[in-house]
């Protein structure tokens, strides 16, 4: 469903209105002073999260966001308060960012609705998080219907704001199924607010398990409702997720590229401490460590699992990476990517899927074939999609930037082979050939793609290694040294108008890569254990170029191009393994009683969590499957919904092998 914006209307004396609901967002009063009465001060805030380490917030309808600046304001502003603030908002029709400028431009809390209108995401459908205060306090933002999104949230709620527009005129979002997803969320004793005291509302609240009453209302309202979460019987089958306990706040990460080195800022972000082991002598040397990878979302016309988590991990990376731009090694360009299709039936059905999901152009645009060559700087083939904040980065450079961000939270164990991993006396050890144990932690996280597997001693996580060589190309070069350089790669004469401004994907692709050269391919070679670079993979990127580009067609000689080969890990149905493992050997044994079971069910060998099988998508994973795990570990609202997190879960397989099975 496309998010449409709610269109900014005041009334005369300055009270925002909507018109769709013909009902004001907040009173006349003034949207801090009733967020701080209602809200704040219905929930027993803020005693209630002092001293606490995470305390969980869940908002039905954000509006203009006037009740998480003041809640923000009010973390602020308390000494006793808790470390980690999360802020989880529903809303089917979102300010744009100008708009919210607009509204809080004179206000009080200016100067923290600046720093929200900076971190505004795209208005696109699902989960936006976003992070102020250092990471301290989190917004996931979840755009969208009600009744589609509040079932899809997992987390644990200490408190409740339930700030929907009256129930006359919003009744979907005051009905038994809110309460109830409510009620699924709600810790015990978590408490709730709310300006309305309609008698549909109280009775509906006090069947879901919430003990609610009347209190002193705001302004020129008589009465509000509070409540507590007290139910006198059970109301759920499964319970929101908690942390993972552990003696000590200490992982071991094995694998330094895209994954393990998100892993390793996202943890230490969080206060863990990291013990990163790696194989080669430095960071991103295996599939992580091509010169440049290209980043975009995936788009399907069904909006399917795949693009969601693909678009999640897009603007969640994004974000984080603009957290990291001030470290100077990274390396990265987020000015515009071209998606080529690869002939006119499939540029038409590509202008018709943008028609049909009306994605906003600050996400993506169709292009035609002359406004793409202009874009890309270079005479394409066919038209396309333009991702505005797609582009490229060096990969070597980002994960030397996360670690740095890590500091002092990270002991590297570089050049160090795994042989086997075990689990004893509460530990997972990491050991090498000789059986010695390199360093033990509570916790272990498998980042190293093709091996993770083989070391978790996982039966059904069915991968594929695929090689990919990449080659570069040559470019026009400034001086005449450079040009005789080039004219010895070559076969004709370059194309003297190539000045490739931003990355061009489609049958392959085409990135910048230095002032005097370009990158392209990659092949796909299912199985294919070469590490050098073949003159076969080389004329099949030269192939795919031709395509994109038919203006360089036979400019390249593929015996003097100079490649780069890496080995991607792919799974069988194409997504990541993200999360828990599974105790595989337990579910096997008691394979009956799982056979009906879901994920949640399924029996997860202790401290061992998974982020592998990346594929060609590891920008886009590694960043979100980062913060997925955190959020596990510390028992944190997630940062996707309940369906994308099944659908990475690492015991998918192990389920469907069960029913099949059966």
Not at 273 to 280: A, T, V
Not at 368 to 376: D, I, Y
Not at 497 to 510: A, C, D, E, R, W
Request: aromatic letters at 10%.
């Amino acid at each position: 469903m496309p998010i449409i914006p709610a269109p900014l209307t005041l009334l005369e004396d300055g009270t925002p209105y909507s018109t769709a609901f013909s009902d004001i967002y907040h009173s006349a009063a003034g949207g801090l002073a009733q967020a701080q009465h209602v809200f704040i001060a219905g929930n027993a805030l803020p005693a209630r999260w002092a001293e606490q380490q995470i305390f969980s917030i869940v908002e039905t309808g954000f509006g203009t966001g006037a009740n998480f600046l003041a809640t923000w304001a009010a973390w602020r502003d308390d000494p006793a308060r808790c470390a980690r603030l999360h802020f989880v908002s529903i809303e089917k029709h979102p300010f744009t960012r100008e708009d919210l400028h607009t509204l809080y431009q004179r206000s009080m809390l200016a100067p923290l609705a600046k720093q929200l209108c900076e971190a505004w995401p795209i208005l696109t459908a699902g989960l936006h998080r976003l992070e102020f205060e250092g990471g301290r306090v989190t917004l996931t933002l979840a755009l969208g219907d009600i009744r589609d999104l509040l079932p899809q949230l997992w987390l644990r709620a200490d408190a409740f704001y339930l700030d929907g527009f009256t129930p006359a005129k919003n009744p979907e979002m005051w009905n038994t199924s809110i309460f109830k997803a409510l009620a699924r969320l709600a810790t015990q004793n978590a408490t709730l607010a709310t300006y309305t005291t309609a008698g549909a509302v109280l009775q509906g609240l006090a069947a879901a398990g919430f003990e609610v009453h009347k209190a002193q209302g705001f302004w020129m309202k008589r009465k509000m409702l509070i409540g507590r979460f007290t139910p006198r019987w059970r109301v759920r089958r499964h319970e929101p997720p908690t942390a993972y306990a552990v003696p000590e706040r200490h992982a071991l990460v094995i694998g330094a590229g895209f994954a393990g080195c998100a892993l390793t800022e996202r943890l230490a972000a969080r206060g863990w401490h990291i013990s990163l082991i790696e194989q080669g002598k430095t960071c991103a040397t295996g599939a992580s460590g091509n010169p440049v990878s290209v980043f975009h979302p995936f788009i399907s016309r069904d909006d399917n699992t795949a693009a969601r988590a693909s678009r999640a991990g897009f603007l969640y990376a994004l974000q984080r990476w603009q957290a990291l731009s001030h470290i100077e090694r990274f390396i990265w360009r987020a000015t515009g990517l071209v998606q080529m299709a690869p002939d006119q039936a499939a540029f038409d059905a590509m202008r018709a899927t943008l028609e049909h999901l009306a994605y906003p152009k600050e996400m993506v645009s169709s292009v035609t074939r002359a406004e793409a060559s202009a874009l890309a700087g270079l005479e394409l083939a066919q038209g396309g999609w333009y991702f505005p904040k797609g582009g490229w980065l060096n990969p070597a450079s980002l994960c030397q930037a996360q670690l740095i961000a890590a500091d002092t939270a990270v002991t590297r164990y570089f050049g160090k082979p795994i042989k086997q991993l075990v689990y004893r006396e509460n530990l997972w050890h990491a050991l090498d050939e000789t059986g010695r144990s390199i360093v033990a932690a509570p916790v272990a996280i498998l980042a190293n793609a093709n091996d993770a597997a083989r070391l978790a001693g996982l039966r059904y996580a069915p991968t594929h290694c695929i090689r990919g060589q990449l080659s570069v190309l040559p470019t026009p070069a400034s001086n005449a040294s450079e040009t005789a350089d080039v004219a010895a790669a070559t076969t004709a004469i370059f194309p003297p108008s190539t000045n490739l401004h931003l990355p061009v994907t489609g049958n392959g692709y085409l990135a910048p890569l230095t002032s005097s050269s370009m990158l392209t391919g990659a092949s796909y070679d299912v199985d294919d254990p070469n590490p050098t670079p073949s003159i076969e993979s080389h004329q099949h990127n030269l192939n795919q170029l031709a395509r994109l580009a038919p203006s360089l067609a036979g400019c390249f000689n593929p015996y003097k191009l100079a490649g780069h080969v890496a080995f991607r890990c792919v799974a069988s149905d194409r997504m990541p393994f993200i999360g828990a493992l599974a105790d595989e050997a337990t579910t096997q044994r008691h394979a009956a009683q799982f056979i009906s079971a879901h994920l949640p069910d399924m029996p997860r060998a202790p401290g061992l969590f998974g982020a592998f099988a990346y594929g060609s998508r590891g920008l886009l994973w590694a960043t979100l499957g980062a913060e997925l795990i955190a959020s596990q570990l510390d028992g944190e609202p997630m940062p996707i919904e309940r369906s994308l997190i099944d659908a990475l879960d690492p015991a998918r397989f192990l389920l469907r092998s069960l029913r099949k099975q059966s």
